[in-house]
C-alpha cells in the first residue's frame, strides 16, 4: 500500500562547470567535490586512518525504519518491501552509491562519518571513501577500505561500478582533468591496484559521470549534461571502438526535460535502471528492453531511494536517504528482494 508521500524538495547542488554531474559524497544530494580546488587546512602527512565508527560524531544517532520520517514506498508487487541490509554495513554515518557484485558476494559502497561536513574536509579525515563488504550466510560482514591512494597522496573517492578485475570510479585528486574525473584500477592479488585516470575521451570528449557498463563489456551508459540533451542530465550510451568509445547517443526513450541519471543495467541486458525525482525527491525508474528499444521508464520506489543495483538472483540494492525538515541526517543501503 502507498503510503503519503512527504512534501520535501530534492535539495541538489548546481553543478560546478565541467563537472557534468559527477555526483561522489552522498550521490543523490548531487554533494558536488572540486575538493582539490578547496584548499586543504593540513598537510597529506597529518592525515590518519581512523575506523569507521570512531570517526562519527556522538550528537549523529542511527535512523532506523521505526524512526523514519520518509520511509522508501514500493510501487512494485514483483518485490518485497525494502529493508536496510543486514550485518556491518550500515552505520550513524552516511552509507551512499551501493554496487553489488552479479554473484551477490561483494558490495561497494561510499561511506562518509557526518554528512555536515564539507568535501574539503571529508578528503583529510582518514575515513571518507570507498568500501567493501562480503556476503557471509544471509548478512554482510564487517566492511574493509578500498585504499585507491598511496600513501601520502590526497584523493577523494566513490561511486565505484567493478567488473571482474576492473574497477571505475569518481575521484578528486590530483591530475584530473575536471574537479571530479573517472578513473579506473585493476585487481592484482586480490588488492585494487595500478589506478589511473581513464583519460580524456571519457573526461573531457565525453564528459562522463557515474557509469555503468554492460555484462560483455561493449556498452557505457552513464548519466551527464552533453549538449544536445533532453534538459537537466541525461542518460548516454557509448560502445567500445577499439581501445576507446564511440560518438555519445542520447537514450531517448528514458530521458525527460529534467534529471534522469544514475543508470544500472542488468546483467542480462533486458532491464535498464535510473533515478528521477518524484514528487519532489529522489525515486527509482526501470525500463525494459523492448522490440524497438528502451521503453518508458515506470516508477518502482519513490521517497528518498536512488542508485540501484540489481545481483543476478533479481536483489535490488540502492540508497535511502533520511531527512527531517528538509535536512539530511544520514543515509543507508537498503534492499527489495524480489517477491517469491
Not at 575521451?201 to 562522463?208: A, E, P, T
Not at 551508459?221 to 576507446?244: A, F, K, N, T
Request: with cysteine; proline share 8%.
Amino acid at each position: 500500500m502507498e503510503q503519503e508521500h512527504a512534501p520535501l524538495k530534492w535539495r541538489g547542488a548546481v553543478p560546478p562547470q565541467h563537472s557534468v554531474g559527477t555526483p561522489l559524497c552522498l550521490g543523490l544530494t548531487c554533494l558536488m567535490v572540486v575538493a582539490l580546488s578547496c584548499g586543504t587546512p593540513q598537510s597529506p602527512a597529518t592525515i590518519a586512518t581512523v575506523p569507521r565508527q570512531d570517526a562519527i560524531p556522538s550528537d549523529i544517532r542511527k535512523v532506523t525504519p521505526a524512526t523514519d520520517e520518509h520511509p522508501p514506498i514500493l510501487h512494485a508487487p514483483e518485490f518485497l518491501q525494502p529493508e536496510p541490509v543486514t550485518g556491518g554495513v550500515n552505520t550513524a554515518g552516511a552509507e551512499d552509491s551501493a554496487f553489488v557484485t552479479p554473484d551477490g558476494e561483494a558490495l561497494y559502497f561510499f561511506f562518509t562519518p557526518d554528512v555536515r561536513i564539507p568535501p574539503e574536509r571529508q578528503l583529510i579525515d582518514g575515513v571518507t571513501g570507498i568500501y567493501v563488504s562480503t556476503k557471509q550466510g544471509d548478512t554482510w560482514a564487517e566492511v574493509q577500505r578500498v585504499p585507491l591512494q598511496n600513501q601520502g597522496e590526497l584523493a577523494l573517492d566513490g561511486c565505484v561500478f567493478a567488473q571482474a578485475d576492473s574497477m571505475w570510479f569518481c575521484s578528486a585528486r590530483e591530475d584530473n582533468y575536471r574537479g571530479v574525473d573517472i578513473w579506473t584500477a585493476e585487481r592484482r592479488e586480490d588488492q585494487w591496484r595500478n589506478w589511473k585516470n581513464a583519460g580524456e575521451q571519457v573526461n573531457i570528449d565525453h564528459l562522463v559521470g557515474e557509469m555503468h557498463i554492460t555484462a560483455d563489456g561493449q556498452s557505457m551508459y552513464y548519466h551527464s549534461d552533453l549538449p544536445g540533451g533532453q534538459g537537466g542530465m541525461d542518460i548516454w550510451v557509448i560502445e567500445r571502438e577499439g581501445d576507446g568509445w564511440s560518438t555519445p547517443q542520447n537514450v531517448e526513450p528514458v530521458n525527460t526535460p529534467e534529471m534522469d541519471g544514475y543508470p544500472f543495467v542488468a546483467e542480462d541486458g533486458n532491464e535498464l535502471w535510473l533515478t528521477r525525482t518524484y514528487m519532489g525527491t529522489p525515486a527509482l525508474y526501470r525500463s525494459r528492453m523492448g522490440p524497438d528499444g528502451w521503453q518508458e521508464p515506470e516508477l518502482i520506489v519513490s521517497q528518498f531511494a536512488g542508485e540501484a543495483s540489481l545481483d543476478r538472483a533479481g536483489n535490488l540494492y540502492f540508497t535511502h536517504h533520511f531527512f527531517h525538515s528538509e535536512e539530511m541526517l544520514e543515509a543507508d543501503i537498503y534492499v527489495a528482494r524480489p517477491e517469491g
